[in-house]
Protein backbone atom coordinates (compact mmCIF):
# COMPACT_ATOMS: atom_id res chain seq x y z
CA UNK A 1 0.00 0.00 0.00
CA UNK A 2 2.86 2.49 1.12
CA UNK A 3 4.29 1.71 -2.65
CA UNK A 4 1.41 2.39 -4.29
CA UNK A 5 0.35 5.29 -2.32
CA UNK A 6 4.42 6.55 -3.30
CA UNK A 7 3.83 5.29 -7.32
CA UNK A 8 1.22 7.75 -6.97
CA UNK A 9 2.33 10.86 -5.75
CA UNK A 10 5.43 10.35 -7.76
CA UNK A 11 2.63 10.86 -10.84
CA UNK A 12 0.51 13.52 -9.80
CA UNK A 13 4.67 15.38 -9.25
CA UNK A 14 5.26 14.37 -12.84
CA UNK A 15 1.83 15.86 -13.84
CA UNK A 16 2.24 19.04 -12.08
CA UNK A 17 5.84 19.28 -13.77
CA UNK A 18 4.19 18.91 -17.28
CA UNK A 19 1.31 20.76 -16.21
CA UNK A 20 3.63 24.26 -15.26
CA UNK A 21 5.91 23.65 -18.49
CA UNK A 22 2.76 23.66 -20.85
CA UNK A 23 1.53 26.50 -19.15
CA UNK A 24 5.04 28.64 -19.77
CA UNK A 25 4.83 27.59 -23.77
CA UNK A 26 1.05 29.10 -23.72
CA UNK A 27 2.11 32.19 -21.71
CA UNK A 28 5.04 32.86 -24.21
CA UNK A 29 3.05 32.37 -27.62
CA UNK A 30 0.75 34.76 -26.43
CA UNK A 31 3.23 37.32 -24.85
CA UNK A 32 4.48 36.60 -28.28
CA UNK A 33 1.34 37.35 -30.75
CA UNK A 34 0.07 40.08 -28.76
CA UNK A 35 3.69 41.77 -27.91
CA UNK A 36 2.80 44.68 -30.44
CA UNK A 37 -0.42 45.79 -29.04
CA UNK A 38 1.20 45.63 -25.25
CA UNK A 39 4.15 47.83 -26.60
CA UNK A 40 1.12 50.21 -28.32
CA UNK A 41 -0.63 50.55 -25.17
CA UNK A 42 2.33 51.28 -23.27
CA UNK A 43 2.99 54.04 -26.18
CA UNK A 44 -0.61 55.28 -25.49
CA UNK A 45 0.25 55.75 -22.03
CA UNK A 46 3.07 57.84 -22.35
CA UNK A 47 1.84 61.44 -22.74
CA UNK A 48 4.95 62.08 -25.08
CA UNK A 49 3.20 59.64 -27.78
CA UNK A 50 0.44 60.89 -29.79
CA UNK A 51 -1.96 58.94 -31.83
CA UNK A 52 -2.27 60.01 -35.38
CA UNK A 53 -4.64 57.89 -36.27
CA UNK A 54 -7.87 57.15 -33.75
CA UNK A 55 -8.92 53.69 -35.09
CA UNK A 56 -12.43 54.66 -36.01
CA UNK A 57 -11.68 57.62 -38.42
CA UNK A 58 -9.34 59.89 -40.76
CA UNK A 59 -9.39 62.51 -39.01
CA UNK A 60 -6.30 64.82 -38.46
CA UNK A 61 -5.35 63.87 -42.01
CA UNK A 62 -6.69 65.00 -45.86
CA UNK A 63 -5.51 64.74 -49.32
CA UNK A 64 -2.14 66.25 -50.45
CA UNK A 65 -3.35 69.95 -51.62
CA UNK A 66 -6.97 69.36 -51.53
CA UNK A 67 -10.09 70.19 -48.85
CA UNK A 68 -12.99 67.93 -48.74
CA UNK A 69 -13.93 64.15 -48.02
CA UNK A 70 -11.22 61.99 -49.05
CA UNK A 71 -12.75 59.35 -50.46
CA UNK A 72 -10.12 57.22 -51.69
CA UNK A 73 -9.35 55.96 -47.87
CA UNK A 74 -11.52 54.32 -45.74
CA UNK A 75 -11.44 52.28 -42.64
CA UNK A 76 -11.92 48.08 -41.98
CA UNK A 77 -11.30 46.71 -38.80
CA UNK A 78 -9.72 49.29 -37.21
CA UNK A 79 -7.40 49.85 -39.70
CA UNK A 80 -6.43 52.77 -42.27
CA UNK A 81 -7.30 51.18 -45.94
CA UNK A 82 -5.76 52.77 -49.33
CA UNK A 83 -8.28 51.64 -51.67
CA UNK A 84 -5.55 52.01 -54.39
CA UNK A 85 -7.87 54.41 -56.43
CA UNK A 86 -5.37 56.70 -57.66
CA UNK A 87 -3.75 56.42 -61.38
CA UNK A 88 0.06 56.30 -60.90
CA UNK A 89 1.94 57.68 -58.43
CA UNK A 90 0.07 61.41 -57.41
CA UNK A 91 -3.47 62.35 -56.62
CA UNK A 92 -4.38 60.05 -53.87
CA UNK A 93 -1.91 60.58 -51.00
CA UNK A 94 -2.77 61.91 -47.87
CA UNK A 95 -1.19 64.19 -45.54
CA UNK A 96 -0.75 64.70 -41.43
CA UNK A 97 -2.46 68.38 -40.68
CA UNK A 98 0.02 69.05 -38.34
CA UNK A 99 3.95 69.37 -39.45
CA UNK A 100 6.95 67.78 -37.51
CA UNK A 101 10.80 68.64 -37.34
CA UNK A 102 12.42 65.55 -35.34
CA UNK A 103 10.34 62.73 -34.29
CA UNK A 104 9.73 59.06 -33.77
CA UNK A 105 7.32 57.61 -36.04
CA UNK A 106 5.70 54.34 -35.65
CA UNK A 107 3.29 52.28 -37.21
CA UNK A 108 2.23 48.83 -38.58
CA UNK A 109 1.32 48.02 -42.16
CA UNK A 110 0.14 44.75 -44.27
CA UNK A 111 -0.24 44.91 -48.69
CA UNK A 112 -2.05 43.08 -50.47
CA UNK A 113 -0.04 41.07 -53.50
CA UNK A 114 2.34 43.31 -56.06
CA UNK A 115 1.94 46.51 -53.68
CA UNK A 116 3.80 49.44 -53.51
CA UNK A 117 2.99 52.83 -50.91
CA UNK A 118 5.13 54.69 -48.67
CA UNK A 119 5.41 57.10 -45.93
CA UNK A 120 7.12 60.16 -46.27
CA UNK A 121 7.85 63.14 -43.49
CA UNK A 122 9.22 67.04 -43.97
CA UNK A 123 6.33 67.19 -46.84
CA UNK A 124 5.88 70.35 -47.90
CA UNK A 125 2.31 71.12 -49.59
CA UNK A 126 2.19 74.09 -52.26
CA UNK A 127 0.44 74.33 -55.72
CA UNK A 128 3.89 73.96 -56.53
CA UNK A 129 4.32 70.22 -56.24
CA UNK A 130 2.19 67.53 -57.65
CA UNK A 131 3.20 64.63 -55.11
CA UNK A 132 4.45 64.83 -51.95
CA UNK A 133 7.44 62.50 -52.88
CA UNK A 134 8.85 65.88 -54.46
CA UNK A 135 9.16 67.36 -50.78
CA UNK A 136 9.16 64.63 -48.44
CA UNK A 137 11.79 61.35 -48.31
CA UNK A 138 10.18 58.37 -48.11
CA UNK A 139 10.00 54.90 -46.23
CA UNK A 140 8.99 52.41 -48.63
CA UNK A 141 5.83 49.92 -48.62
CA UNK A 142 6.30 47.16 -50.71
CA UNK A 143 5.54 43.84 -51.12
CA UNK A 144 9.23 42.76 -52.67
CA UNK A 145 8.55 38.82 -53.53
CA UNK A 146 5.37 39.56 -55.71
CA UNK A 147 6.06 42.89 -57.56
CA UNK A 148 5.51 42.90 -60.92
CA UNK A 149 8.77 44.17 -62.53
CA UNK A 150 12.43 44.05 -61.79
CA UNK A 151 13.51 46.09 -58.33
CA UNK A 152 16.41 47.39 -57.34
CA UNK A 153 17.39 47.16 -53.65
CA UNK A 154 16.60 50.52 -52.61
CA UNK A 155 13.02 50.89 -54.46
CA UNK A 156 11.94 47.36 -51.67
CA UNK A 157 10.76 47.56 -48.33
CA UNK A 158 12.42 49.93 -45.36
CA UNK A 159 14.51 51.12 -47.98
CA UNK A 160 15.15 55.33 -47.85
CA UNK A 161 13.29 55.21 -51.48
CA UNK A 162 15.71 56.10 -54.34
CA UNK A 163 18.78 57.04 -51.58
CA UNK A 164 19.56 54.17 -49.34
CA UNK A 165 19.02 50.30 -49.16
CA UNK A 166 18.25 48.16 -46.33
CA UNK A 167 21.31 46.16 -45.04
CA UNK A 168 21.00 42.28 -44.56
CA UNK A 169 19.40 42.20 -40.91
CA UNK A 170 16.12 42.78 -42.83
CA UNK A 171 13.05 40.85 -41.61
CA UNK A 172 10.08 41.18 -44.05
CA UNK A 173 6.84 39.42 -43.32
CA UNK A 174 4.74 37.85 -45.87
CA UNK A 175 1.96 39.35 -47.95
CA UNK A 176 -1.50 39.55 -45.73
CA UNK A 177 0.61 39.52 -42.37
CA UNK A 178 1.43 42.69 -40.39
CA UNK A 179 4.86 44.53 -40.04
CA UNK A 180 5.88 47.04 -37.42
CA UNK A 181 7.91 49.55 -38.83
CA UNK A 182 9.96 52.81 -37.54
CA UNK A 183 11.30 55.74 -38.56
CA UNK A 184 13.64 58.57 -36.47
CA UNK A 185 14.93 61.62 -37.47
CA UNK A 186 16.89 63.76 -34.98
CA UNK A 187 18.90 66.53 -36.67
CA UNK A 188 19.55 65.02 -39.78
CA UNK A 189 20.55 61.59 -37.81
CA UNK A 190 17.76 59.18 -39.48
CA UNK A 191 16.96 55.33 -39.07
CA UNK A 192 14.45 52.99 -40.84
CA UNK A 193 13.20 50.30 -38.24
CA UNK A 194 11.77 47.42 -39.43
CA UNK A 195 10.04 44.23 -37.57
CA UNK A 196 12.79 45.14 -34.79
CA UNK A 197 16.05 45.74 -36.74
CA UNK A 198 17.42 48.95 -37.33
CA UNK A 199 17.89 48.28 -41.56
CA UNK A 200 18.55 51.79 -42.87
CA UNK A 201 20.88 54.23 -41.31
CA UNK A 202 22.36 57.67 -42.60
CA UNK A 203 22.93 61.40 -42.11
CA UNK A 204 20.86 63.97 -44.31
CA UNK A 205 22.16 66.26 -45.75
CA UNK A 206 26.10 65.67 -45.67
CA UNK A 207 28.37 65.19 -48.69
CA UNK A 208 27.38 61.87 -49.41
CA UNK A 209 23.38 62.34 -48.92
CA UNK A 210 24.45 65.46 -51.49
CA UNK A 211 25.88 63.40 -53.79
CA UNK A 212 23.39 60.87 -54.11
CA UNK A 213 21.11 63.00 -54.96
CA UNK A 214 22.12 64.95 -57.05
CA UNK A 215 23.43 61.93 -59.12
CA UNK A 216 19.95 59.76 -59.09
CA UNK A 217 16.83 59.73 -58.90
CA UNK A 218 15.80 63.04 -57.37
CA UNK A 219 18.25 65.23 -59.63
CA UNK A 220 15.39 66.57 -61.52
CA UNK A 221 13.56 67.73 -58.13
CA UNK A 222 15.41 70.35 -56.47
CA UNK A 223 13.42 70.86 -53.58
CA UNK A 224 13.72 67.02 -52.37
CA UNK A 225 14.50 66.58 -48.69
CA UNK A 226 15.18 69.98 -48.02
CA UNK A 227 12.95 70.90 -45.62
CA UNK A 228 13.47 70.59 -41.80
CA UNK A 229 9.88 70.52 -41.27
CA UNK A 230 6.56 68.80 -42.36
CA UNK A 231 3.62 67.25 -42.64
CA UNK A 232 3.58 63.00 -42.65
CA UNK A 233 2.20 61.57 -45.60
CA UNK A 234 0.73 57.83 -46.46
CA UNK A 235 1.05 57.78 -50.35
CA UNK A 236 -1.56 55.74 -53.00
CA UNK A 237 0.01 54.40 -55.35
CA UNK A 238 -3.04 52.48 -56.84
CA UNK A 239 -2.43 49.37 -54.98
CA UNK A 240 -4.86 48.46 -51.76
CA UNK A 241 -2.75 48.74 -48.40
CA UNK A 242 -3.24 48.77 -44.41
CA UNK A 243 -2.09 51.20 -41.83
CA UNK A 244 -2.88 51.08 -38.08
CA UNK A 245 -1.61 52.19 -34.81
CA UNK A 246 0.30 55.07 -36.07
CA UNK A 247 1.84 57.23 -33.51
CA UNK A 248 4.68 59.55 -33.49
CA UNK A 249 6.49 61.61 -30.15
CA UNK A 250 8.41 64.88 -30.97
CA UNK A 251 11.97 64.84 -30.03
Known amino acids: MKQ ?10 ITGIVSCSDQGTTASTTKDSTYSDTANKMKAQDEKWIRLFDG ?32 GDTGGDIVSEKEYENFELSWEWKITKGGNS ?50 DKKKLNPVGEWNTSKIVF ?12 KV ?24 YGLAKKGKIALQDHGNK ?7 IREL
Open 241 to 247: VYFKNIM
Open 200 to 223: VEFEAWNDAWKKEKNEGKWKDFPD
Open 186 to 197: NNGHVEHWLNGE
Open 56 to 87: KTLNGWHGFNKTGEIKNWTIEDGAMVCLGAAK
Open 118 to 167: GVMYHVVESPKYKAPYETGPEYQVLDDIGFPGKLEEWQKAGADYAMNATN
Open 4 to 13: LIKNAGIALL
